[in-house]
């Protein structure tokens, strides 16, 4: 059986690794491309890398007919998409990759994002989509939320070790290095190559980065109690990937064991032998997440270190994930594509 896949936002950076991972899909076809901005040209026009691909032309969400898509992604901005969701068929299957249906709390929403949320209703029925660990809500939902790049990251690292009780709670410091498409394509002053390049530099400092808010909301839930930790990220200048270095307070050995062990069946999670450090220059253009585990100088410390490729893993290749769940296609399907390397 072939679905029919709709993408709205197909003009950004997560809607065209969409488009290139369903492109060799077996049991997907893109039937409808949304792109407000860019609507009434071609794919070709667009992103000239995907112009041997025999695809719709991209046009206005109001549009685009409904009736016979099983399936829509929405890559859409922050605020715009739950608004855009909310006006949507109320039995169509969605996959959201924006921030608007990741928190559950809507105060907790308004909190870190600034504005009430327009379509409560749906963000109640919203399924978090950290597939590894929501599997089964997810294959039953009908709309999914894609989780934060940074977010799903660190939570790759540290969810298995907050269940199993081998580091202190109190003691987490999460250092992020993030690539610059995890901006999005909208021009910014400082996204240009000659604010970016030749240097990197910490952002959103002092723990007003949005994501938080997803490991404050997972963490807790996991622990029982209240779990708050210390991140900062930094941009640097690579067009893909995230380098997470996570500083933590327990017994290195055992907190490998613990990742082996949670992870063991896991496809697309590939933990790294004792003292082994992962790149992103090993996992871009994938959905593979890279864990490797190193004991500190001091005793009873431990650095934890994980790479994921933003745009897929952390985005586009995790909705995807998700979108087979709900479908009920092989998980892997679309997916096992072997890293770019040099």
């Known amino acids: 059986m072939t679905y029919n896949i709709a993408i709205l936002g197909a003009s950004g950076y997560t809607g065209a690794e969409l488009i290139r991972l369903i492109a060799g899909h077996s049991a997907m076809k893109i039937a409808a491309l949304g792109a407000n901005s860019k ?15 025999d695809l719709p032309q991209l046009l ?11 399936l829509c992604f929405c890559a859409l901005p922050h605020k715009t998409s739950q608004e855009v969701i909310a006006a949507l068929p109320a039995t169509l299957k969605i996959v959201d990759l924006s921030a608007d249906f990741r928190l559950r709390d809507p105060a907790e929403y308004k909190k870190w994002y600034g504005n009430d949320h327009a379509a409560v209703a749906q963000q109640k029925e919203a399924v978090y989509g950290l597939t590894e660990f929501y599997r ?24 298995p070790l907050i269940t199993a009780g081998v580091i202190d709670l109190d003691e987490i410091i999460l250092d992020m290095k993030c690539a610059v498409s995890g901006a999005g394509r909208s021009l910014k002053e400082n996204l240009l190559h000659a604010e970016l390049s030749e ?28 779990v708050r930790v210390q991140f ?22 055992a907190i490998h064991a613990t990742l082996v062990q949670a992870y063991a069946d896991e496809p697309f999670i590939i933990v790294l ?14 959905n593979f997440c890279h864990i490797g585990v190193v004991g500190d100088r001091t005793e009873g410390r431990a650095l934890v270190i994980g790479a994921l ?12 994930q998700n979108a087979n769940l709900m479908l009920d296609i092989e998980e892997t399907e679309g997916l096992m594509m072997a890293p770019l390397f040099p």
């Open 136 to 159: 089964k809500e997810i294959s039953a939902a009908r709309l999914v939320a894609g989780t934060g790049c940074n977010a799903a990251t660190g939570q790759f690292i540290l969810r």
């Open 273 to 286: 032998p004792f003292g082994e450090a992962p790149s992103t220059r090993h996992i871009r253009g994938s």
């Open 60 to 70: 206005q969400i109001e549009e685009i007919d409904f009736a016979n898509i099983d």
């Open 39 to 53: 609507a009434g040209q071609s794919i070709a026009q667009v992103f000239p890398h995907l112009r041997h691909l």
């Open 199 to 226: 240097g990197y530099h910490a952002y959103s400092i002092g723990g007003t980065h949005r994501h938080l808010g997803e490991f404050d909301q997972e963490f807790s839930a996991l622990a029982g109690r209240p």
């Open 309 to 320: 490729d933003n745009l897929t893993k952390g985005s586009s290749g995790q909705a995807l």
């Open 232 to 253: 900062t990220p930094h941009l640097i200048p690579a067009n893909r990937g995230i380098l997470a270095t996570t500083y933590v307070k327990g017994d290195a050995q």
